[in-house]
């Protein structure tokens, strides 16, 4: 995201001397992606960050695939996914390709006992039920229903819930995850046609900064494992950093969406994007407003994509018996439209209260075990007469 953060105390000057009150040296780390082409923060450490004392087990966390070349419609009731204790054991790959993993997850436990760091991917985590706190080593995030937490690939972080029952919705991503290049200016502002802007979007505050030695575990995902790494250093040891590379959210319900005299095409819903899929946010908004505006969409064909549509709240007028938790997969192929009756059913209507957090993809998703298990096989059968 190309906006600049600052945090906590730091030099002058990058590159720099940059002492203690005992007259020792900080010691400076560039966070960046892309070969130092991409965004970047400059973090200032009480302790050497590069300190590993052990590496543990290692456990493989790569997806079950059970269909590789799909063309079924599938429903998805993610709501099925059984709740379990810690943040990434309660994490389940349902849909996945090169370039992506769609998640569920359901933790019980409000705090963990290691740290987490995903080396591969961005993580996009969507809160479908839950609130508490992002912890990370760039400063802390609150967060609570209805919110989007990006989180740049090398992030340190922890996540602290108020209580048992939570739900998210994740997509982790190998290629970086930006705001639309449409929606910014050729020096990164946010435009005036966009659906949001910078003040929506909020960025880590309370920097924690701990100067403690000991074993602390930090899990790192990497190819499709989970190394158990121990650092002998308190991995929120940074005094102050400054740049581009950060965690951030922004909730749902600060998308304001576009809307016209007739249906608006899918990317007016675009939210996030990367060169290989898009994330769309669907809203409560009011419907086309032309006399003879028909507010359900078109039948479509996808040709180009894999449309996912995850269901959050309200009621989705284009479908019939869809609930929240649900995950719809339309794959690229065969075309789509709404249930029978729902175009119907939408004429004269003025508003919609629907809530769903769409991704599309350009290369066909595999579904995973995890994902046949709560999948409804006649799903497919539903647009029939």
Same mark, same amino acid.
């Given at each position: 995201?190309?906006?600049?953060?600052?945090?906590?105390?730091?030099?002058?000057?990058?590159?720099?001397? /940059? =002492?203690?009150? +005992?007259?020792? %040296?900080?010691?400076?780390?560039?966070?960046? *992606?892309?070969? #130092? !082409?991409?965004?970047?923060?400059?973090?200032?450490?009480?302790?050497?960050?590069?300190?590993?004392?052990?590496?543990?087990?290692?456990?493989?966390?790569?997806?079950?695939?059970?269909?590789?070349?799909?063309?079924?419609?599938?429903?998805?009731?993610?709501?099925?996914?059984?709740?379990?204790?810690?943040?990434?054991?309660?994490?389940?790959?349902?849909?996945?390709?090169?370039?992506?993993?769609?998640?569920?997850?359901?933790?019980?436990?409000?705090?963990?006992?290691?740290?987490?760091?995903?080396?591969?991917?961005?993580?996009?985590?969507?809160?479908?039920?839950?609130?508490?706190?992002?912890?990370?080593?760039?400063?802390?995030?609150? /967060? =609570?229903?209805? +919110?989007?937490? %990006?989180?740049?690939?090398?992030?340190?972080? *922890?996540?602290? #819930? !108020?209580?048992?029952?939570?739900?998210?919705?994740?997509?982790?991503?190998?290629?970086?995850?930006?705001?639309?290049?449409?929606?910014?200016?050729?020096?990164?502002?946010?435009?005036?046609?966009?659906?949001?802007?910078?003040?929506?979007?909020?960025?880590?505050?309370?920097?924690?900064?701990?100067?403690?030695?000991?074993?602390?575990?930090?899990?790192?995902?990497?190819?499709?494992?989970?190394?158990?790494?121990?650092?002998?250093?308190?991995?929120?040891?940074?005094?102050?950093?400054?740049?581009?590379?950060?965690?951030?959210?922004?909730?749902?319900?600060?998308?304001?969406?576009?809307?016209?005299?007739?249906?608006?095409?899918?990317?007016?819903?675009?939210?996030?994007?990367?060169?290989?899929?898009?994330?769309?946010?669907?809203?409560?908004?009011?419907?086309?407003?032309?006399?003879?505006?028909?507010?359900?969409?078109?039948?479509?064909?996808?040709?180009?994509?894999?449309?996912?549509?995850?269901?959050?709240?309200?009621?989705?007028?284009?479908?019939?018996?869809?609930?929240?938790?649900?995950?719809?997969?339309?794959?690229?192929?065969?075309?789509?439209?709404?249930?029978?009756?729902?175009?119907?059913?939408?004429?004269?209507?003025?508003?919609?209260?629907?809530?769903?957090?769409?991704?599309?993809?350009?290369?066909?998703?595999?579904?995973?075990?995890?994902?046949?298990?709560?999948?409804?096989?006649?799903?497919?059968?539903?647009?029939?007469?």
């Amino acid at each position: 995201m190309p906006f600049y953060h600052n945090l906590g105390i730091i030099p002058p000057k990058r590159h720099t001397i /940059f =002492k203690k009150a +005992d007259n020792t %040296l900080y010691y400076e780390q560039v966070f960046g *992606t892309i070969g #130092f !082409d991409g965004m970047t923060t400059t973090s200032y450490h009480v302790h050497r960050p590069t300190q590993i004392k052990k590496i543990g087990k290692t456990y493989n966390v790569a997806p079950k695939i059970a269909c590789a070349n799909n063309i079924q419609s599938h429903r998805l009731d993610g709501f099925q996914i059984p709740s379990e204790k810690t943040y990434l054991q309660s994490r389940k790959i349902l849909l996945t390709n090169n370039d992506l993993d769609i998640e569920l997850a359901a933790p019980t436990d409000t705090t963990s006992n290691y740290f987490y760091k995903n080396t591969d991917a961005d993580e996009l985590l969507f809160i479908h039920k839950g609130s508490g706190k992002l912890r990370s080593h760039l400063g802390t995030l609150d /967060f =609570k229903y209805g +919110d989007y937490l %990006l989180i740049p690939r090398g992030t340190i972080y *922890t996540l602290e #819930f !108020d209580n048992n029952d939570n739900r998210l919705f994740i997509v982790t991503s190998r290629y970086p995850i930006y705001t639309p290049k449409r929606y910014r200016n050729w020096f990164g502002q946010l435009l005036e046609h966009a659906p949001y802007c910078e003040r929506d979007l909020r960025r880590p505050h309370s920097l924690e900064t701990y100067d403690k030695q000991g074993d602390f575990l930090i899990k790192i995902r990497k190819g499709g494992q989970i190394f158990d790494v121990t650092y002998t250093t308190h991995p929120f040891d940074v005094i102050g950093y400054d740049g581009y590379n950060f965690p951030y959210a922004f909730s749902i319900h600060d998308f304001e969406p576009i809307t016209g005299r007739i249906h608006q095409p899918p990317p007016v819903h675009q939210t996030f994007e990367t060169s290989a899929f898009v994330v769309c946010s669907f809203v409560p908004r009011l419907y086309d407003y032309h006399p003879d505006s028909i507010p359900a969409p078109y039948n479509h064909s996808n040709i180009d994509s894999d449309e996912v549509l995850y269901y959050v709240d309200g009621d989705f007028m284009s479908r019939n018996d869809i609930s929240a938790g649900h995950i719809s997969l339309h794959p690229a192929g065969i075309p789509h439209g709404p249930h029978p009756g729902a175009t119907e059913r939408s004429i004269g209507k003025t508003k919609t209260e629907e809530l769903a957090v769409m991704v599309d993809t350009f290369k066909p998703l595999m579904l995973t075990e995890e994902a046949i298990k709560i999948s409804d096989p006649d799903y497919y059968r539903s647009w029939l007469a």
